[in-house]
């Protein structure tokens, strides 16, 4: 009887758990599609030039997102995804990502310019730079024109990152061939340092006293018997 009731009450709370499961992801796919929407609105009022694409895409996402309301547990959960994922897409989420991109590639072309250390890493800093700058202005162009429909938008968006990933990756490689030189430079002025401290360590043991090894006496570095006992200097020290 009591092991009875023990399955009983595991039953219970798995069914508990499970339907917490579900009403937890209808609830975090509706909030995702709540915070997509006014994702999306605010990159219509940022590109006004893709407000079409935009609109055809918020229609297609919706027509998705009605859908789920006829339907239960799984099944409901899944329509609600695929509306979030149809919103967010393509070009959407290029929109939403591109800015953060222009504006790693408007740092990093600052500092690439400034951190080159040498004649040769300034010329490549400088070509990269402007490089970078032309692709800033031809994207912030692109976007500015936009879109008249969905396909249109997603090719101009990939078009874009193509173009910004190129000059980022050019700016990168100036920076990292920058910093291999000055790496270069710090190890070579430290193994100088090195080799100049031995130098002198190995003079100052040359002319440093030396320790009789009988009486334990320190003798002047020029003399050759122990200056106390007579012993000769070992053969070691000299
Ligand atoms: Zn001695």
């Known amino acids: 009887m009591l092991r009875l009731k023990h399955i009983l009450s595991t039953l219970l709370m798995v069914i508990v758990l499970l339907a917490a499961a579900c009403s937890k992801s209808v609830e975090g796919e509706s909030k995702k599609w709540a915070a997509n929407q006014t994702t ?4 219509a009022a940022q590109y006004p030039g893709f407000k ?33 994922t149809t919103l967010m897409q393509g070009f959407v989420g290029d929109l ?24 040769s890493s300034r010329l490549g800093a400088k070509v990269a730079a402007q490089d970078a700058q032309k692709t800033v202005e031809r994207v912030e162009k692109l976007l500015k024109t936009g879109a008249k429909d969905e396909a249109s938008a997603d090719a101009i968006l990939k078009k874009a990152n193509s173009d910004i990933k190129t000059a980022q990756a050019a700016v990168d490689k100036v920076m990292a061939v920058d910093k291999k030189k000055q790496d270069q430079k710090a190890a070579d002025k430290k193994a100088a ?40 200097r070992p053969k070691a020290a000299k």
């Open 193 to 232: 340092t090195d080799t100049k401290a031995k130098e002198k360590a190995d003079a100052d043991a040359k002319t440093a006293p030396w320790t009789c090894e009988y009486c334990k006496g320190s003798n002047p570095h020029t003399e050759n018997k122990c200056t106390s006992c007579g012993a000769p």
């Open 40 to 43: 999306v609105t605010t990159l």
């Open 52 to 84: 079409d694409a935009i609109e055809a895409r918020k229609q297609r996402a919706q027509k998705l997102f009605d859908e789920a309301a006829n339907l239960d547990g799984e099944q409901k959960i899944e329509k609600l995804s695929s509306a979030n």
């Open 96 to 119: 939403n990502r591109i800015d953060s991109k222009l504006k790693k590639l408007r740092e990093s072309r600052v500092e690439a310019a400034s951190q080159a250390g040498d004649k």
